[in-house]
Each structure stands twice: as C-alpha cells, then as structure tokens.
C-alpha cells in the first residue's frame, strides 16, 4: 500500500465517514467541512488528478460524477441544490494529490466560486 492518504482511507486503514462506496468509487465527510454538507467522493484506484486520468479510466471518471449524484440524494440535497468543485494544481489550491471531488450544500453557498 502506497502512502497516499486518500488511498489509505478507501483501504479502511485511515479512519472516515463513510457517506457512499461502490466497487469504484468511495464518498467520506470532509474533516474540515466548509458547508453544512461536505462531501469527498475518490477513485478507489489512485489518480493523482485530471491530467492523469487515461482512456481506461472512463468508467471511473463517470463513476466518479455518479457517485456524487448519489450523495446528493443520500444527503437530502437534490431538491435544494449543490455544488461539486475539484481542485486541480497548486493554483487551485489542490493540497491531497489523489483525484477528487468536494460535493458541498446543505445551505446557500457563496456567490464565488474562485
Ligand atoms: P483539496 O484541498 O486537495 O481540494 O481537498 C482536500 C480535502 O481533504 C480538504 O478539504 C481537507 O479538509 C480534506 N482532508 C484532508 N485530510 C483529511 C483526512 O484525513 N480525512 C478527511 N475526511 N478529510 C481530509
Ligand atoms: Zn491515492
């Protein structure tokens, strides 16, 4: 097992909440969460972002958009709204270098989104 955090939470070996898993897909709480509702949803397998994602990934690429369509529903959001963002890069502010998306609602979210 690499020492990617987000590798080792959807291993179970790091603690989580778990909000939503199928075989490749994995959804947890955000530990530091910036709306009411804050929602992690990774690969299973290790992407390190976008660029690296491949023609073989495009189940799990579209898996991934599914996934957070299916937190949103678990998370009582569909009727409110929601947003999903994925930071990419250093100016993006990216920070955990294994794809993922934020899926944050539960409230109205600011007007910005950079
Ligand atoms: P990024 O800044 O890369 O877009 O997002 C990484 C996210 O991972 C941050 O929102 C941060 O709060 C969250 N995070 C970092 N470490 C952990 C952790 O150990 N557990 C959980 N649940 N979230 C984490
Ligand atoms: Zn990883």
Redesign the pocket.
């Known amino acids: 097992m690499n020492d990617c955090?987000f590798c080792r939470?959807a291993a179970g070996e790091?603690p989580?909440?778990v909000v939503y898993e199928d075989e490749m897909t994995f959804a947890?709480?955000?530990?530091?969460p910036?709306a009411p509702k804050?929602v992690?949803v990774i690969p299973k397998k290790h992407v390190a972002d976008w660029y690296e994602a491949r023609k073989e990934d495009d189940a799990l690429l579209s898996g991934m958009m599914r996934a957070a369509a299916k937190v949103a529903e678990l998370e009582g959001l569909t009727e409110s709204g929601f947003r999903v963002i994925?930071?990419t890069g250093a100016d993006?502010?990216?920070?955990?270098k294994h794809l993922?998306m934020?899926v944050l609602g539960g409230a109205e979210l600011t007007e910005k989104m950079g």
């Not at 947890?28 to 530091?32: L, P």
């Not at 993006?92 to 955990?96: D, L, S």
């Open positions: 955090l939470i790091i989580s909440t947890f709480r955000d530990i530091a910036q804050h992690l994925s930071n993006a502010r990216q920070t955990v993922h934020h």
